[in-house]
C-alpha cells in the first residue's frame, strides 16, 4: 500500500484472498443442506423462472443467472477490450448455467430440489465474494473489473462442468 492508504485488515492477507475454491464451495454445499429447512428463500441473483418448488411453508425460486453490465466491445489490446472478452465469455457460461440448472431442477424430487435451490443460491454468493477478493489485488486500478471478469469466466467454467456432472449422474440413475 502506497503512502496516505490505511493498513490493509489482517483479513485480507494472500491467504486468505486465495481460497481453495473446492473447499468454499463444499462447505457451502454443506452448510446449504444443514440450512435446508429455512422457510424463505429467495434467489440470490434476483431473476426468477418458472421452476418453482411450493411447500406448505414457503416457495422457493430457481435463481437464474443476469449480469447487470452493459456488454463491453472484445478486443485483446485494450484493457476495456479484454473485460469485454470476458464479459461476452460470462454471458455465454450464463446461459449454459441457467440451462444446466433448469435441467438438473427438473431431475430431482421436491426434497433434493430444495437442496439444489440453497445450493445454487449459495454458490452465486461464493462466486461473487471469491471474484471480488480476487480483484481486490488490483482495487482502484484499471485491472479490476478484468480481474473480477476473469474470475467469473473460471468459476462459471467450473460450475459448468459441476452441473454437467449433477445432469449426467441423474440421466444415468447413478
Not at 48 to 59: E, L
Not at 114 to 128: H, M, P, S, T
Not at 144 to 152: K, S
Request: charged content about 20%; proline content about 5%; some cysteine.
Amino acid at each position: 500500500m502506497g503512502p496516505g492508504y490505511p493498513r490493509e485488515p489482517p483479513c485480507h492477507t494472500r491467504i486468505v484472498r486465495r481460497l481453495n475454491p473446492r473447499d468454499a464451495f463444499t462447505t457451502g454445499l454443506l452448510l446449504c443442506i444443514s440450512l435446508f429447512s429455512f422457510s424463505n428463500v429467495t434467489a440470490a441473483s434476483g431473476a426468477t423462472t418458472p421452476a418453482v418448488v411450493r411447500t406448505a411453508s414457503s416457495t422457493l425460486v430457481l435463481p437464474v443467472l443476469k449480469e447487470k453490465f452493459t456488454l463491453l466491445p472484445c478486443s485483446k489490446s485494450t484493457t476495456i477490450g479484454l473485460e469485454g472478452c470476458a464479459e461476452h465469455r460470462i454471458i455465454a457460461l450464463d446461459k449454459r448455467i441457467n440451462t444446466l440448472r433448469h435441467d438438473v431442477f427438473h431431475l430431482l424430487n421436491r426434497q433434493t430440489g430444495r437442496v439444489f435451490i440453497l445450493a445454487e443460491n449459495d454458490w452465486f454468493a461464493y462466486r461473487q465474494a471469491m471474484c471480488a477478493s480476487e480483484s481486490d489485488v488490483n482495487a482502484g486500478g484499471s485491472l479490476e473489473p478484468v480481474d473480477f471478469a476473469q474470475c467469473l469466466v473460471r468459476l462459471d467454467a467450473q460450475h459448468v462442468g459441476e452441473l454437467t456432472t449433477v445432469k449426467s449422474s441423474y440421466e444415468s440413475g447413478g
